[in-house]
């Protein structure tokens, strides 16, 4: 495996407008680097619904992605509230969000499980009053 | 069909995407929910929505929909004309409501590309 390229970014918490915006960067980094549109739409989709989670539950966070010839590692770490039950939160249609945040269009339940729909290895990590780290990785080939 | 009909058949304002007119639109989807778009949609290129946040842009950009029409008559933002412009996306905005709008291109030939439930 040859060096991977870095990148990072801080995801600012209740700021709806931004939300997106470090997604946005790996999504034009990837077309720039000529990875295949079905791919980017994986990676574009997972990493989307994982910065949204961050800036609606975990009042933000930090993304550091990796991006090598034949995949993509997506690491989101946010010092948030945790998820007590994460095979919970993982059924399609489990929400906690409230109804200003389903007035912005999401909290419909489908966050985590699109993430793992769309990505090729999935893994949160969450302890309670501490924080949520959630990885992906999305196969190139 | 190309987005100039559209605006013409949802006697749409166009706030974005001024020179799109001539992009073809080959199916469409509606949702006021982002989540259920993010989950559900596959190669649609045409958003409607009830919902007018800049997120409405964000999640059309990561599905590669080309166009948004916000019904109800809603206006975008600042913050989504700006995040549209910056991505080629076209936004429109038409006095239907989203049942009425879907019905009105539906009716026209813009099918709806998920016909296989």
């Keep these: 495996m040859s060096e991977a390229l870095r990148l990072e970014f801080n995801v600012a918490g209740n700021n709806f407008i931004s939300a997106g915006s470090a997604s946005d960067e790996v999504k034009k980094t990837l077309k720039m680097l000529g990875i295949g549109a079905q791919f980017i739409r994986k990676v574009a989709i997972a990493m989307y619904e994982g910065e949204i989670n961050m800036v609606i539950h975990a009042g933000g966070g930090r993304a550091i992605v990796d991006i090598f010839p034949e995949k993509i590692k997506i690491v989101l770490q946010d010092e948030g509230p945790g998820i007590p039950d994460i095979e919970l939160a993982m059924k399609e249609g489990y929400s906690t969000a409230t109804d200003n945040i389903r007035d912005l269009g999401f909290g419909a339940g489908m966050g985590l499980p699109n993430m793992k729909k769309y990505t090729d290895e999935f893994l949160i990590e969450s302890e309670v009053g501490v924080g949520t780290t959630v990885t992906m990785v999305v196969n190139f080939i | ?117």
């Design chain 2, 1 to 117: 069909m190309k987005i100039k009909e559209i605006v013409k058949l949802l006697n749409a304002k166009v706030y974005c995407g001024e020179d799109l007119g001539e992009m073809e639109i080959h199916s469409a989807c509606a949702s006021d929910m982002m989540s259920d778009v993010l989950a559900f949609v596959k190669d649609q290129a045409l958003l409607i929505s009830g919902l007018c946040n800049p997120q409405v842009i964000r999640t059309a950009d990561m599905m590669d929909i080309k166009c948004i029409v916000l019904v109800r008559g809603k206006a975008p933002t600042a913050d989504m004309m700006a995040i549209a412009e910056q991505k080629g996306i076209a936004i429109l905005s038409s006095e239907y409501r989203m049942y009425s709008a879907c019905g009105v291109l539906y009716a026209n030939g813009l099918i709806a590309g998920d016909a296989t439930v």
